[in-house]
């Protein structure tokens, strides 16, 4: 059974916007550590934003002031909204959630139990 869902990616040039949405499965939708990674070609897999088992949203410094976490209960819905995109922020783009509370930052959660399967993103100058 798919429990994340991810759609909103696409091309977009450099000072656009996009929005991406995760649609998540009831049971996943429960876990207290949910968010946002990327990973681009040739580089490490990255935490963009993450809600915390408080729901409060930790960003990485490279999108802060430019990109937004939310989440819509009712439909079980994960949202990053992008605006200002710099060439930088092109990388396949993962929602992905957890159970596990501790540590549920950008900086220190690695890795996660369920991905979805990534949405590209492509900001062309």
């Known amino acids: 059974q798919v429990q994340l869902v991810e759609s909103g990616g696409g091309l977009v040039q450099v000072g656009g916007s996009l929005r991406l949405s995760c649609a998540v499965s009831?049971?996943?939708?429960?876990?207290?550590?949910m968010g946002w990674f990327r990973q681009a070609p040739g580089k490490e897999r990255e935490g963009v934003a993450l809600?915390?088992?408080?729901?409060?949203?930790d960003y990485a410094d490279s999108v802060k002031g430019r990109f937004t976490i939310s989440k819509d209960n009712a439909r079980s819905t994960l949202y990053l909204e992008m605006r200002r995109l710099k060439t930088e922020d092109t990388a396949m783009y993962y929602c992905?959630?957890?159970?596990?509370?501790?540590?549920?930052?950008?900086?220190?959660?690695?890795?996660?139990?369920?991905w979805g399967q990534g949405t590209q993103v492509t900001v062309s100058s």
């Open positions: 992905a959630s957890d159970a596990y509370p501790h540590f549920c930052t950008v900086r220190t959660r690695r890795t996660m139990a369920l």
């Open positions: 809600f915390d088992p408080a729901g409060i949203p």
């Open positions: 009831a049971d996943t939708y429960s876990n207290i550590c």
